[in-house]
């Protein structure tokens, strides 16, 4: 700096600093910068601070001190946090495979040519493109204990005779915050998976069938494996979404009835937001950090065989 | 027209991450310069009309008398606490925050002493309640200024009781059991909330523990007492009391349910504040009885059962904190005395119509309980309140136990399948967890 400081400038000639972004190097840096900002304010710096919480016993208001592993012991040694954990899995295992294969049976037939085609794309579009929570509350409505339309018409249609306690019974209670994520989350895979549909050259399965392929066959042995790689993704992406999954448990149960429907999200929210102990709170979210990471990193491996291959 | 060169953009982008840095290094919101503006957050209240006093008459009225702008915001009354939460640890949010019960016990370090104004308004109003004063303050520091008490009371169909023989609502938990069995058996179950939401599922749940002689804690405030015969023989009781004579749904309510569902006269009884009765004055033609009655005209109140150890009460409490990241705190609490100068608290007293009882013993006399015979019980709602961590103090643990719904889980649980035992055991590891 000495030395460029001595230097003597024609009077207008542009200042060293921006010369310096002449440089292609470091324009590059200068443009990741934003991107770099806004990864370390919004990803980087809560995950940061969310691991140093959970290593505390920090409450709200109340910074707290060093307590080590203290909230990850609490946490595996509570029963709700455990019922959390299960109720993750089973929620993410069961919606994903159902989301999955209702997806690609709506691709495939998304994928025909029919009259209205895109006016029906458009349309199955719809439970993905709603603010979650308004549809969620619509849902809520129509699980209601006592004003279910779902019971109404069931009666009126003499399925049932009683009433049928969705969000008040432990079992139902799971069972219908699963339809919902999986309305949700079809046409998700459904688009998705369609975009891949429409990738693989319909000549592949014209020349299978002249070749006697039923069916099946060509789906098994053309389409499965060239959408293989999309599915990955899609599946990968859903699996993050669904394990971190907020707000359709929030708004439809809170978790209850008696902590029966909790997540991971729901859980840590309702300790660390609710009652305002974020240490407790900030263990429960981390928690299901590994898993997600194996979750990905096993993904990630096997895309990359499957694009390898 | 200017020409956007990259050197431009480049200038633009850095001084945008300056400001960004300067934001975050501050670690809080910009500040405007600009009149002072209070904000002032609280539920949505049951009674609408009283918001809309408060919108339309009152909060003018302060911001004249008081020079300052004021921005009033309601929300659901489950979403107050994650505010707070939110609110202290950013540093900035409303300056007075409405929270329930005993609620700011869990924020003491995040708020300001408020003793000076409660003492002011409990040497000129009769004092203030007992409870209060438990729920409020910690012996030392108001945490949060009273504001009211919405009295917990069972609104039940005189008719329908009637129907079924009995004339006058029944005075112990069995004889409760015995008609709503009866009810129930007709179609017109009772109804009570058993989940998280702050007001009808503690209100209903803590009294009957202590009406079978269950406690949390010992008076010393640490020893967990709850594993008791006689919490297990509440817990038994209401396993039964829920399957034999409740809609079942309720373990999936919040507080707005129960209104709905007597309102539609699905229920026959349901223990709530007053808000039922109070839609059923507001809209008498809309509510009619099956026989064509105007709803309003079959509706009373009483309170909770005695059990085998006597007879208890919880209300929901409401009350103001001042927040101490408030940049604002001598406006807040000129607009907090404000509001509870009698002549304009009374304003918003009577618009809620009894719904809330104050916090003090001088409006006991006021004419607005003669007036209308329905709503005489909660007229001493906040003489009879037992607050909640008894037999300990009701303070940040109880607080804590509350909030978690440990004791509502308690019951659920048991509804759900549980045994007594198993379910009263969970209660006392959770208890343990929080008062060792």
Redesign the interface.
């Known amino acids: 700096m000495a030395i460029a400081e001595t230097r003597i400038y024609m009077p207008g000639a542009p200042r060293p600093r921006?010369r310096l972004?002449e440089d292609e190097r470091w324009l590059a840096f200068?443009l990741l910068?934003?991107t770099l900002?806004l990864l370390g304010?919004f990803i980087a710096y809560p995950f940061v601070r969310g691991i140093l919480l959970s290593v505390t016993n920090a409450?709200?208001?109340?910074p707290g001190e060093f307590v080590g592993l203290a909230n990850f012991y609490?946490i595996f040694n509570d029963?709700i946090f455990r019922t959390s954990v299960y109720n993750t899995f089973v929620y993410t295992g069961v919606t994903t495979v159902f989301k999955l294969a209702l997806g690609l049976w709506l691709a495939m037939l998304l994928n025909r040519n029919f009259r209205g085609k895109a006016f029906t794309r458009a349309f199955i579009l719809l439970p993905f493109i709603i603010p979650t929570v308004l549809s969620t509350f619509a849902w809520k409505w129509m699980f209601?204990?006592?004003?279910s339309v779902l019971n109404w018409l069931l009666y009126h249609l003499g399925l049932i005779t009683g009433?049928i306690?969705?969000?008040?019974?432990?079992d139902l209670?799971m069972i219908s915050i699963i339809i919902v994520n999986i309305w949700r989350g079809v046409p998700f895979f459904a688009i998705s998976l369609l975009a891949g549909l429409q990738t693989i050259s319909p000549e592949l399965s014209e020349a299978a069938a002249i070749d006697g392929a039923k069916p099946l066959q060509r789906f098994w042995y053309i389409t499965w494996p060239l959408l293989l790689p999309v599915t990955m993704v899609v599946v990968l992406f859903s699996v993050i979404q669904t394990f971190a999954d907020f707000q359709i448990v929030y708004v439809m149960?809170?978790?209850?009835?008696?902590?029966?429907t909790h997540l991971f999200a729901t859980y840590a929210?309702?300790?660390?937001?609710?009652?305002?102990?974020?240490s407790e709170g900030a263990a429960i979210s981390l928690a299901m950090f590994p898993v997600l990471f194996l979750v990905v990193i096993i993904q990630l491996l096997y895309i990359r065989r499957v694009e390898v291959r | 027209m200017t020409t956007v060169t990259r050197r431009n953009v480049l200038k633009g982008g850095t001084a945008l991450a300056g400001g960004m840095a300067g934001i975050l290094a501050s670690g809080r919101a910009p500040a405007f310069a600009q009149g002072t503006t209070v904000h002032w957050l609280r539920w949505n209240d049951f009674v609408p009309a009283s918001d809309q006093l408060l919108r339309k008459e009152l909060i003018p009225a302060a911001e004249k008398a008081l020079g300052i702008k004021i921005n009033l915001e309601t929300v659901n009354g489950n979403d107050l606490q994650p505010r707070v939460t939110a609110s202290v640890q950013s540093g900035s949010g409303p300056d007075l925050i409405m929270v329930f019960n005993n609620q700011s016990a869990l924020y003491a370090e995040s708020v300001v002493d408020l003793s000076d104004l409660a003492e002011e308004v409990s040497n000129r109003e009769g004092g203030l309640y007992k409870y209060s004063r438990a729920v409020t303050s910690d012996g030392k520091k108001f945490n949060s200024m009273p504001w009211t008490i919405v009295g917990a009371m069972n609104a039940y169909r005189k008719s329908w009781f009637e129907e079924i023989g009995v004339t006058k609502f029944p005075e112990t938990w069995d004889a409760y059991y015995d008609a709503g069995k009866k009810l129930k058996a007709k179609g017109r179950p009772l109804g009570q909330a058993v989940s998280h939401s702050f007001g009808d599922p503690p209100t209903f749940v803590y009294p009957l523990m202590w009406s079978y002689g269950g406690k949390e804690v010992e008076a010393d405030g640490k020893t967990v007492a709850i594993n008791s015969k006689n919490t297990v023989e509440s817990v038994k009781f209401m396993t039964s009391f829920y399957k034999d004579t409740c809609d079942e749904g309720g373990l999936a309510w919040d507080d707005t349910s129960n209104n709905r569902a007597f309102l539609s006269q699905t229920i026959s009884s349901t223990l709530n504040g007053a808000s039922i009765y109070i839609e059923s004055l507001r809209n008498p033609d809309k509510y009619i009885t099956e026989k064509g009655a105007q709803l309003k005209t079959d509706i009373l109140h009483a309170p909770l059962p005695k059990g085998p150890q006597g007879q208890f009460g919880l209300h929901t409490f409401f009350s103001h904190m001042l927040m101490s990241y408030s940049p604002n705190q001598k406006a807040a609490k000129d607009l907090l005395r404000w509001v509870h100068t009698p002549a304009n608290y009374e304003k918003w007293f009577i618009s809620q119509k009894g719904f809330a009882t104050p916090p003090t013993a001088q409006w006991e006399n006021h004419e607005l309980w003669g007036a209308d015979a329905v709503m005489d019980p909660f007229k001493v709602a906040g003489k009879l309140g037992q607050a909640p961590g008894y037999a300990g103090p009701a303070g940040k643990k109880a607080a804590e136990v509350l909030t978690k719904y440990i004791i509502v889980d308690m019951y659920a649980k048991a509804i759900q399948g549980a045994s007594a035992e198993d379910a009263v055991k969970w209660a006392e590891d959770e208890l343990k967890k929080i008062y060792t």
């Open positions: 921006l972004l200068v910068v934003p900002a304010m409450r709200v208001g109340v609490k029963g209601d204990p006592t004003f009433r306690n969705w969000l008040g019974d432990p209670a149960t809170g978790g209850g009835p008696a902590n029966a929210y309702q300790i660390g937001i609710g009652t305002g102990i974020l």
